[in-house]
T-cell receptor, first 114, second 107 residues
């Protein structure tokens, strides 16, 4: 696609429910990143994919968070049993390869847990 | 990942003023980017600048890779320049961000 696309743009969910956030990277981009940004804060690294593999999951805050990527394309970030502290904007970025190429971000998914 | 320090944390400018934002890295990087986060939260790519100097309109950036820092210059600032400016660098694969500089341009 022309840019990184994330869906939904906004999600309001009740505490304890599971949510799935989707990221469609730019076509041909093999590297994909997920970040979390709490209100007024910086970007917190969550997970990185190279192809369909996730060599670094160290940023996932707890075992309620998981992510997968299929077909070296779409990635899904799943949050189980959501808590109020999960409320944030979740941002996805992609690049041609890790390390030496420019990364581009999607518009983000604003998650509100009530 | 590397540590990224941005300064100043906040900057208030009168329209028309010039300013410099700085980004320091704890280790060498092989990718360095500057972003502007608009009021809707979208991260807009400003510069991909692992080294050297680039210019884009009223904005320019310089990275001195050997000294592990980068500078973003805003000239003749406008109210539309307001927002948060982030720098980010990659060492290995992880794109690490600074805390950002919040710029407010007053008319």
């Amino acid at each position: 696609g022309a840019g990184v696309s994330q869906s939904p743009s906004n999600k309001v969910t009740e505490k304890g429910k599971d949510v799935e956030l989707r990221c469609d990277p730019i076509s041909g981009h093999t590297a994909l990143y997920w970040y979390r940004q709490r209100l007024g804060q910086g970007l917190e690294f969550l997970i990185y994919f190279q192809g369909n593999s996730a060599p670094d999951k160290s940023g996932l805050p707890s075992d309620r968070f998981s992510a997968e990527r299929t077909g070296e394309s779409v990635s899904t970030l799943t949050i189980q049993r959501t808590q109020q502290e999960d409320s944030a904007v979740y941002l996805c970025a992609s690049s041609y390869a890790s390390g030496n190429t420019e990364a581009f971000f999607g518009q983000g998914t604003r998650l509100t847990v009530v | 990942g590397i540590q990224v320090e941005q300064s100043p944390p906040d900057l208030i400018l009168q329209e028309g003023a010039n300013s410099t934002l700085r980004c320091n890295f704890s280790d060498s990087v092989n990718n360095l980017q500057w972003f502007h986060q608009n009021p809707w939260g979208q991260l807009i790519n400003l510069f991909y600048i692992p080294s050297g100097t680039k210019q884009n309109g009223r904005l320019s950036a310089t990275t001195v890779a050997t000294e592990r820092y980068s500078l973003l210059y805003i000239s003749s600032s406008q109210t539309t320049d307001s927002g948060v400016y982030f720098c980010a660098g990659i060492n290995d694969y992880k794109l690490s961000f600074g805390a950002g500089t919040t710029v407010t341009v007053r008319a």
